[in-house]
C-alpha cells in the first residue's frame, strides 16, 4: 500500500523531468554510437551522415515506431553514404499534464553541440512541434524532414525554408462511412481513444467532422475512462455497436500505455468489430477499412531526405497531404464477425485469407488429373494404335522390348548378392548407429554433438541405400525406348556401380577411366546401362571359368573423332577364333546355362541408338568389346 500511495504523489510533470534528467546521465555515462564505431577526422568517413530521429512518444509505441523503423530500414538501404543514425524520444506527449520541455531541450543540446546532425527526422505532430519550437536554440540550421504529421497539426507559422513536410489527411466521415458499408446495420460506434492533449485534440475534430453522419450513427466516446473501465464496457457492448479504435497513449487515470498491447488487450475481451486508420494496427487486432499506407508515406520521407542530403533546397520540396489507401481486410476478423466479401468496398484487398482445398493441394490435384489424363489418353492412343498398326510391326517390337527387359532381369539377378550386400552394409549401420544413440539418449547427460555424428552417419547411409535402390529401379523400369540427351561417362559410371560389388565378391578387379572430356550423346539411358552390364558380366564370367592369376576387367570411355567409344577389356581367355564372327548372334552361346541373346539384344540396342559394336581378341590375351555411339553438339 505504501507504495501506491507514493506513486499517486509524484506529479506527472516532475516524473517527466525525472526520466529526462535520468536520460540524460545515462547517456553521458555511455559513448554514442559514433564515438564507439567510427572517428570523424578519418578521412575514410568523411561523407558520413548524421541523422537525428526525434521520436513523439517512444520507439514502440504504435503506429509511429512501424513508421519509424520503415522510414529507417528504406533510409539504410537507398543511402549511398554511411550513416550514424540517432534515435531519441520526447515523453512529454504521453502524459495528461505534460511537464516542461526545456530540459530535453537543454539535453539534446549539449549532446549536439559542436557536432550538429546533417538532417532532422520527426515522427508525428508532438515532435514536429518541438523541433519547431526549438529550432532557433538546437540546430537553426539544419534541415528537417517532419513527418507522419496529420494536415490539421501543421504549424505553418513556424515552418522555415529548411523544412519539409510529409503530412497526412484523416478522412474520418470516409472511415466511418465504409464502417456502416461493411456492416449496414451499425447503430453505434464506440471510439477508443486516451486523454492526452493531442487525443483531445482529435475528439473535439472528429466530432466536428462527423457531424454529416448525425441521425444515421451514433458516437460515444471512451476518453473520458480509465482502460480498465474501457475493456469492461467493450466485453458488454449492446447489439449493432463497433469499437472504433483510435489512440491510447495515456488514458483518464493517467496510466501509460505502450504500443499495441492495449489493443491487443481490447481485442481479447471485446464483444465486437474493432476498426481503425492506421495500417500499423492492422493484421490480428482491427477488421480493417481505408487506411493510411506506411510504404507510401516511408518513400516519400526517405525521398525527401536524401535528395536533401544531396544538396537539394528543402523549400524545393514539396508534396501533396497523404490520403487513406484502397480498403484492406483482414479475412480472419470477417470470418469471426460472419462479414461477408459483398459488403466491402470496391477495391478493396482481403489479406491473411487461409488457402481452400484447391488452393493447399493444387499440384496434388493436377497431379492426380493429369496423372487420369495421361492415362486415359494413353489407352486411347494404344487402342487407337492397336488397329492402325500392322500386326507384325507390334508383334516384333512388343517380343523385343519384353525381351530386353527379360534380359534385364536376367542380368540383375546376377548381381542380386552385390545389391543384397550393398543394401545390408548401410542398413546394419543404420541400425547400429540407432541403437547407439537410443542408449546414449537415456544417460543422465547425453553427448549431443555425438548424437549429431550419429545422425550424420545414418543420414549418409540411408542416401547410400536409396542410391542402390535408385539405380537398380533405373535398370530394371519397364519404360518404351526414349532418346533424351545425355552425358555418356555418368551413365556407365552408374552402370558400373551396381556391378561393382559382383566384381569384389569374385575377387576380380573392376576399373574404369572415363574420358577427361564431356561425351555428349542421345540415347535411352537405360537401355545404354543394360549394354554395359552385360558385357561386363560377361567379362566377368570368362575370367570367373578360366584358371588365371591376372583377374582383371577394364572399363574406359574415350572420344574418337566424332564418336564416344566404350572399351571393355578382360584377361580371360578370349574368344574362339571360329566363334568371333557369331557372338552377335541370336541364340549364340558358350555358356552351359546361356540363352544366347544377351549379345544379340546389345548390339539391336547399339544399332537404334546410330552406333556399332565389335569385339575381337588382344595379342595379350583376353578379349575386347568396343562400342561406338555418335557425339552430338
Not at 10 to 18: C, D, H, M, N, S
Not at 25 to 47: F, G
Not at 267 to 287: L, R
Request: aromatic residues 8%; charged residues 25%; contains cysteine.
Amino acid at each position: 500500500m505504501s507504495g501506491r500511495v507514493t506513486v499517486a504523489l509524484v506529479k506527472p510533470w516532475r516524473a517527466t523531468a525525472l526520466l529526462l534528467w535520468l536520460g540524460l546521465i545515462l547517456a553521458a555515462c555511455i559513448p554514442s554510437r559514433s564515438a564507439v564505431a567510427v572517428e570523424l577526422s578519418d578521412p575514410r568517413y568523411r561523407e558520413l551522415k548524421r541523422v537525428l530521429v526525434l521520436y513523439s512518444f517512444g520507439r514502440e509505441f504504435r503506429p509511429w515506431s512501424e513508421y519509424a523503423r520503415s522510414i529507417k530500414a528504406e533510409l539504410e538501404r537507398q543511402s549511398p553514404w554511411p550513416l550514424d543514425i540517432q534515435e531519441h524520444t520526447l515523453l512529454t506527449a504521453r502524459f495528461n499534464n505534460p511537464g516542461p520541455e526545456a530540459p530535453f531541450a537543454e539535453y539534446l543540446g549539449s549532446l549536439y553541440q559542436g557536432a550538429l546532425p546533417d538532417i532532422i527526422i520527426s515522427i508525428g505532430a508532438p515532435a514536429a512541434r518541438f523541433v519547431q519550437r526549438y529550432r532557433s536554440k538546437l540546430f537553426p540550421d539544419t534541415p528537417m524532414v517532419l513527418t507522419v504529421v496529420e494536415e490539421r497539426l501543421v504549424n505553418r507559422s513556424d515552418l522555415t525554408d529548411k523544412d519539409v513536410v510529409v503530412s497526412v489527411r484523416n478522412d474520418f466521415v470516409a472511415a466511418f462511412e465504409s464502417i456502416l458499408q461493411v456492416m449496414p446495420d451499425t447503430k453505434t460506434v464506440a471510439v477508443v481513444i486516451g486523454a492526452s492533449p493531442l487525443e483531445k485534440f482529435w475528439v473535439d475534430e472528429v466530432t466536428r467532422e462527423l457531424k454529416p453522419l448525425q441521425g444515421r450513427l451514433a458516437i460515444v466516446w471512451y476518453s473520458d475512462l480509465s482502460f480498465e473501465e474501457i475493456l469492461k464496457r467493450a466485453a458488454k457492448l449492446p447489439p449493432h455497436t463497433v469499437l472504433f479504435w483510435g489512440l491510447m497513449s495515456v488514458d483518464a487515470a493517467g496510466i501509460v500505455h505502450e504500443g499495441d498491447i492495449a489493443l491487443r488487450g481490447l481485442h481479447e475481451v471485446a464483444n465486437a468489430p474493432i476498426f481503425s486508420y492506421q495500417e500499423p494496427f492492422f493484421g490480428g487486432s482491427t477488421v480493417g477499412g481505408p487506411m493510411h499506407s506506411t510504404m507510401e508515406t516511408s518513400r516519400r520521407s526517405v525521398d525527401a531526405a536524401i535528395r536533401i542530403l544531396r544538396g537539394e533546397k528543402p523549400s524545393n520540396i514539396k508534396y501533396e497531404p497523404i490520403g487513406f489507401a484502397a480498403p484492406k481486410y483482414d479475412w480472419r476478423e470477417l470470418q469471426r464477425w460472419g462479414i461477408g466479401a459483398s459488403n466491402l468496398p470496391a477495391g478493396s484487398e482481403i489479406l491473411f485469407r487461409e488457402p481452400t482445398i484447391w488452393e493447399s493441394y493444387r499440384w496434388q490435384i493436377l497431379l492426380i488429373a493429369a496423372i487420369i489424363l495421361v492415362q486415359a489418353g494413353l489407352i486411347s492412343v494404344l487402342l487407337h494404335e492397336r488397329h492402325r498398326r500392322r500386326a507384325a510391326e507390334v508383334e516384333s517390337r512388343q517380343r523385343f522390348v519384353e525381351l530386353a527387359h527379360a534380359n534385364r532381369y536376367s542380368a540383375v539377378g546376377e548381381l542380386t548378392t552385390s545389391i543384397a550386400h550393398e543394401l545390408n552394409q548401410p542398413l546394419g549401420s543404420i541400425l547400429t548407429n540407432a541403437e547407439t544413440a537410443e542408449l546414449m539418449l537415456k544417460a543422465a547427460s547425453p553427448d549431443l554433438d555425438e548424437i549429431k555424428h550419429i545422425l550424420a552417419d545414418i543420414r549418409r547411409d540411408d542416401l547410400r541405400a536409396s542410391e542402390v535402390i535408385r539405380r537398380l529401379r533405373s535398370v530394371l523400369k519397364k519404360t518404351p525406348f526414349e532418346i533424351r540427351k545425355l552425358e555418356l561417362n555418368d551413365t556407365v559410371c552408374e552402370a558400373i556401380g551396381l556391378a561393382a560389388a559382383v566384381a569384389n565378391g569374385r575377387r576380380i578387379a573392376l576399373s574404369y577411366v572415363p574420358a577427361v572430356t564431356a561425351l555428349p550423346i542421345k540415347g535411352d539411358p537405360v537401355q545404354l546401362q543394360q549394354v554395359v552390364l552385360n558385357l561386363i558380366i560377361n567379362a566377368m564370367d570368362a575370367i570367373s571359368d578360366a584358371d588365371i592369376t591376372k583377374r582383371e576387367v577394364s572399363v574406359a570411355t574415350a572420344r574418337a573423332g566424332n564418336q564416344a567409344e566404350i572399351r571393355i577389356i578382360d584377361t580371360g581367355p578370349g574368344i574362339a577364333t571360329g566363334d568371333l564372327a557369331s557372338v552377335f548372334n541370336p541364340f549364340f552361346t558358350t555358356k552351359p546355362e546361356g540363352m544366347g541373346m544377351g549379345l544379340a539384344i546389345a548390339k539391336t540396342i547399339v544399332e537404334a541408338h546410330h552406333g556399332t559394336m565389335a569385339a575381337e581378341n588382344l595379342p595379350a590375351g583376353g578379349a575386347l568389346f568396343v562400342v561406338r555411339l555418335p557425339i552430338v553438339r
